[in-house]
C-alpha cells in the first residue's frame, strides 16, 4: 500500500548545488544561483495527499536541465550584417554563443522550463546585445529596420507568456547589462527617471535611500513590488503592465508612469510629462502595454511616495466563507476611506493548503476555528498591509477590521501577514523543487468584476479540477471598487509538454468564456496572443495593427508580441 | 476728473430680461435663459478701478446681440443628401433652420460670444440631427462616409476651444435630446452606463437619488463637477478629458470612464470593461479625449462612488505668500493620507478681488490679517473640503490644517469655502453681464509640474499684464503628487475680436514657452490646434493621425478638431 501522504520521516533529497556552468538548469533556475526554497514539510504532505504520490514519486529525480548547452548554433544573419551590429555597439557587447542566445529569449513560463529541462532549443535569437545607451539602441533599430531583423528586448527576463521567444529569429537587446542606470530624480516633482533596464532592488534601494544616494530631503519608495520584484526591470514592468503587491493603494505599473521614452523603427519620442493634460488621447496611454511591438523604451519617469514603513499595519482575517470573505474585500475597496497597500484574498483550498503548509491543520487553532465556524473547505484566510501618512494607515486598518467583522471575519492579528510578507519573493524557488520529481506548478491569472467573480472562480476551478489530482489555489490580491483580479495557481504531475498545452488552454478558454480578462498583470506575449482578437474585438485589434503598422511598417519590433 | 473705482452709489442697469426669441443673445446667453448674476458691487469696483473705466461705462450697453437670426441660410448638401438623412431618423429629428444650425455650433468661448453678438454667423453645420440612438448613429455615419459628409457632436455645448465649430459645413448630431438615457446600473460594480447626451445635474440626480431611482441599497455621486457641470453632458467630460472641481479626490473624467462604446466610419467597438488589464495598450485610453475626431461616443460606462455629503469638512486658509500656499499645496498633496475633494489656492490678485469682491477689503478682517502679516498683493487665500468616510474625511482635514499652518497658514474656518460652494457653478452668468459693457472676460488654463509652477505663473502674468488695465486672476484647482494645474482668469476692456485673437495667442505662447501643457480640462478643440504639433512634438502628432487615418479614412469625423 502507497503511503499517500503519510506522515512519514522521509525527506526528498532536494537540490540544493548551483547549477552547472552552461547548463539549461542555470538557465531556467529562479533567481539567485545559490538560493533554493524547497515545500515544508506540511506543504509536501498536501502534495502527496492531493497528487495521489507517494514517497517513492520523491526518489528520483528527472529532466534536471543538467545538461551542457552546445557553444555554437547556427545563425541566420549574414556576415555583413553582424559586422555592422557589432560596429554599433563594439565587439563586448554582441554575442553569437549558443548559451547567451538561449538564456536572454527564454522566459519563466511553465512551458519554457519544461523544454528547457528537456534540453530543447528553438525560438532563439541570432545575436545577443548589450546596448550601452539609446544611441545604441537608435542606431540598432534604424539598422534592422533598414534590413528587417526582427528585434526584441529582455528586461529582467521573468516573462511567463513566452514575450522573449523569437520566432523569426533576429536580434534581442539586453537592457540590464548597461542600460541601467538613473537618469535624474526630481524631488520636488516627486519623480525618477531611469534606464528601463535597471532592477528592482536597485530601483527601491535608490528611492529608500534617497537622502543618502540622491541627495534628497527624504527617503522615497517606489510601490511596486512584483512577486518578481528581485529579477525584473523598471521597464518591463512598464512595458507589460505589471502590478505589484501594494497596487491597491499605490496602483499599478500603469499608473505609476509618468512619461516615457521610445525608440521605434520609424522615430524617437519622449511622451509629455505632465500630471494630467486634456490634449488628446495621450501617448503615454498608447505606449502603456506594447510590450516591445512598437518600440524599445529607453527611458521612464515615475511617481514615488513617501517611504514610512513605520507606519504598517499588518492584519489577517478567518472568514467562514468565499463569499463573505469577497463581500468583505469588496466592501473594502468601495469603503471611501482609503485603500489597504497590499489586500490578499485566499480561497477555500488555498487557505487549507496554507493551514497544512504552515502545520496549522488538525492543531488547536484549527479546533478553535472550527468552533466559530470556520469549517475546513469553507473558510477563507484573508490578509493585507495598510501604509501611508500614521493616522491614515491606522484608520485603514480600522476600517478594514470593521468591514471584516460585519462579514463575520475573525482576527488573527497581523502575524500570518508577517510571515508572508518575508517570504514573499521566495515562493517561485519551490517550483524547481517540485519540477526535479516531474510536478508541475503553474499560474494563470484574469482581472474580474465583482459581478462575475464567483461564477468565474467556480467554472475556472471545475476545468483546472477536470485533471485528476490536481491542487487548485486561487487568490485575490489586487482591489479595484470594480473589481480585483483572481490568480488561479495549480499544481500537478503533468510532465508531458503537448498535454499541459491543452490543459493550460482548455483554462484560458474557461476564464475567457467566464468574463475574465486574458491578464489582469503577467501580460499577452505570445501565450495569450491566439485569444486577443476575440478577446479584444476585431476592431480593437485593428487599431493596435493601425499603431503597429505606422510605428513599425516593417514589422521587425517583436514580432507576433501581444497577436500582432 | 473720473471717479475711477469711486465707491458712488451707482449701479449699472443690468440686462436680466429673458433674450428675445431666435436671438443671436439667446444662443450665447449662459445658462438658464431666466438666470442671471451680475457683478457685486465691490467686484465692480475693483473692475473700475483696474480697468480704468468709470461709471460713464456702464452706461451704454453694446453688441448685445438681440438681433434675429435669419431663418434660411445657404445649405450645402444636396437634396438627395439631405433626403436619406431624413430618412434614417425622420423629419422630426432634422433641422436646416437657420437658428438651430447656429445654436448647436457654437460654444462658450469668448470669441464665439464676441462673434455672436457682432451678429456674424460662420462655421455652422449644414445640417442639425438628433439622432435617437446608436442605430441611427450607424446609418448616419455609414451614410456620411459614404458621401465624405463633415460629422460633428454636440453634447452640453460648452465647449471653450471651438469644439462644435464645422468649419467645412456637413452635419451636428445633437446627443442631448434623444440619446440621454440611462442604459444600466450596476450597483456590485459600482459603474453606471449611459448615453452620452445625459446632461450633469441628471446624471448626478440619478445617483444622489439612486434607492428611489435606481433601486439600489445606497445612494452614490459621479464625483464629477465641471464649472459647466450644469449645462454640459457624461459624454462630453470624457471625450474631452474635463475635469470636475471636486477631480483631486475622483479623478480626472479620464480616471472614471470603465469603458466605452463607439461608432466609426470603420466600424463599431465597444472597449473592455475590466477594472484593470494587461492585455496591451488600451483602446479606452485611446478614445479618450479624442473629441469626436475618431468616432461618436454612443455609450460611457463611469465609476460612482457611495455619496456621503454629511462627511463633507470644509476649512480656508490665509498664507502670507504665494509660495507658501503652494508649499503647502504640494505638501498637501504628497502627503499620503488621501486628498481632499476640493483644494484651490487663489494667487494674490485672485485673492485681492475676492477680498475686494466681498467687501472685506479695508474692513476689520483685513487689518486683522495684515497685523498677521498676510499683507494685501501677497497674501493667498487657500480653500477646500474633504469628503469620503467620516473618519478619513476627519483626518485628511486634520492633516491639511498641520500642513498649512506648518507653512504660515492661518486657518478662516469653513466659511469662505461654503460660501464660494454655494455660488461654484454660477459665475460664468457674471460674463454675460460685463460683456453688455464691452468687457472681456475668458480663461487659458494649463496643467504644470511643481518645478515649473511658479516661473510659469510670473511668465503668463507678465504677458497678460503687457495689455494695460488688465486683471489676471490666478488659481490652482486639480492637485496631483506631481503638480497642479494654473487657471488663468483675464479681464480687460478689448471690444476687438482681431486684438484679442492676437492677445490670446500671445498668452497660449506664453504657458507653453513657461512649460505648461497647452490645456488641463479645456481640451484642445481648434483653439489650441494650431499648437499641437510643436507641443507634443511629430511624433507624437503622426500616432494620432495615423489612429485617425484607420478609423476615418475619409476624414468626415470632425474635421480640424485636435489639429487632425
Not at 177 to 195: G, P, R
Not at 223 to 250: C, D, I, M, N, R
Not at 410 to 420: D, E, S
Amino acid at each position: 500500500m502507497k503511503n499517500y501522504g503519510q506522515d512519514t520521516d522521509f525527506t526528498p533529497q532536494w537540490i540544493e548545488t548551483v547549477p552547472k556552468q552552461n547548463s539549461f538548469r542555470s538557465i531556467f533556475k529562479w533567481g539567485d544561483n545559490q538560493a533554493f526554497k524547497n515545500p515544508s514539510k506540511g506543504f509536501l504532505k498536501v502534495i502527496k495527499q492531493q497528487l495521489n504520490l507517494t514517497d517513492a514519486d520523491f526518489t528520483i529525480t528527472k529532466n534536471t536541465g543538467d545538461q551542457t548547452i552546445k557553444e555554437t548554433m547556427p545563425v541566420n544573419l549574414s556576415e555583413a550584417n553582424l559586422a555592422n551590429l557589432e560596429k554599433i555597439v563594439g565587439k563586448e557587447n554582441i554575442s553569437i554563443a549558443g548559451y547567451d542566445r538561449l538564456k536572454y529569449t527564454k522566459g519563466k513560463a511553465m512551458e519554457d522550463i519544461m523544454s528547457l529541462r528537456q534540453g530543447q532549443v528553438k525560438d532563439i535569437c541570432d545575436l545577443v546585445i548589450h546596448p550601452r545607451h539609446k544611441q545604441d539602441v537608435k542606431a540598432i533599430i534604424s539598422f534592422c529596420h533598414d534590413q528587417k531583423i526582427a528585434v526584441h528586448v529582455h528586461g529582467g527576463g521573468s516573462s511567463v507568456t513566452f514575450g522573449l521567444d523569437c520566432p523569426k529569429g533576429g536580434v534581442t537587446l539586453v537592457l540590464s547589462t548597461h542600460m541601467n542606470k538613473l537618469i535624474s530624480f526630481n524631488e520636488i516633482n516627486q519623480t525618477i527617471t531611469v534606464e528601463p533596464g535597471m532592477m528592482g532592488p536597485v530601483y527601491e534601494d535608490l528611492l529608500n535611500h534617497a537622502q543618502k544616494k540622491l541627495s534628497a530631503n527624504k527617503s522615497y519608495t517606489g510601490g511596486h513590488f512584483p512577486q518578481s520584484f528581485e529579477f525584473s526591470s523598471v521597464g518591463g514592468w512598464v512595458v507589460t503592465l505589471g502590478s505589484g503587491q501594494a497596487s491597491s493603494l499605490y496602483g499599478d505599473a500603469s499608473d505609476l508612469v509618468i512619461s516615457q521614452e521610445y525608440v521605434t523603427p520609424t522615430g524617437s519620442f519622449k511622451t509629455l510629462d505632465y500630471p494630467a493634460t486634456a490634449t488628446g488621447p495621450k501617448l503615454n496611454d498608447i505606449m502603456k502595454g506594447s510590450e516591445g511591438c512598437f518600440g524599445v523604451l529607453v527611458s521612464v519617469t515615475m511617481k514615488v511616495f513617501e517611504y514610512l514603513p513605520d507606519n504598517d499595519r499588518q492584519f489577517a482575517f478567518m472568514f467562514p466563507s468565499f463569499e463573505s470573505a469577497v463581500a468583505a474585500g469588496r466592501q473594502i475597496s468601495q469603503g471611501r476611506f482609503g485603500m489597504p497597500a497590499i489586500l490578499r484574498i485566499s480561497d477555500p483550498e488555498e487557505t487549507d493548503v496554507a493551514m497544512q503548509m504552515y502545520g496549522l491543520d488538525g492543531g488547536v487553532m484549527d479546533k478553535f476555528l472550527g468552533l466559530k465556524g470556520m469549517k475546513k473547505g469553507r473558510r477563507c484566510l484573508v490578509m493585507g498591509q495598510a501604509e501611508g501618512q500614521r493616522a491614515f494607515a491606522a484608520n485603514v486598518l480600522c476600517q478594514v477590521k470593521k468591514t471584516c467583522r460585519k462579514n463575520k471575519g475573525f482576527f488573527l492579528t497581523g502575524y500570518p501577514m508577517r510571515k508572508w510578507y518575508k517570504g514573499r519573493f521566495s515562493d517561485p524557488y519551490m517550483r524547481d523543487a517540485l519540477n526535479d520529481y516531474g510536478i508541475l506548478i503553474d499560474t494563470l491569472e484574469c482581472s474580474v468584476t465583482w459581478k462575475n467573480l464567483h461564477s468565474l472562480h467556480k467554472t475556472v476551478r471545475k476545468v483546472v479540477k477536470a485533471n485528476p489530482h490536481t491542487i487548485c489555489m486561487t487568490h485575490a490580491s489586487h482591489f479595484y471598487a470594480q473589481g480585483t483580479n483572481l490568480y488561479f495557481i495549480f499544481i500537478t504531475a503533468m510532465p508531458e509538454l503537448a498535454k499541459f498545452k491543452i490543459y493550460q488552454q482548455s483554462i484560458i478558454d474557461s476564464i475567457e468564456a467566464a468574463g475574465g480578462s486574458l491578464s489582469h498583470h503577467h501580460g499577452v506575449g505570445r501565450m495569450m496572443a491566439p485569444w486577443m482578437e476575440r478577446h479584444l474585438g476585431a476592431q480593437n485589434m485593428e487599431v493596435l495593427r493601425a499603431i503597429k503598422t505606422h510605428l513599425d511598417p516593417n514589422g521587425i519590433m517583436n514580432p507576433g508580441g501581444l497577436g500582432l
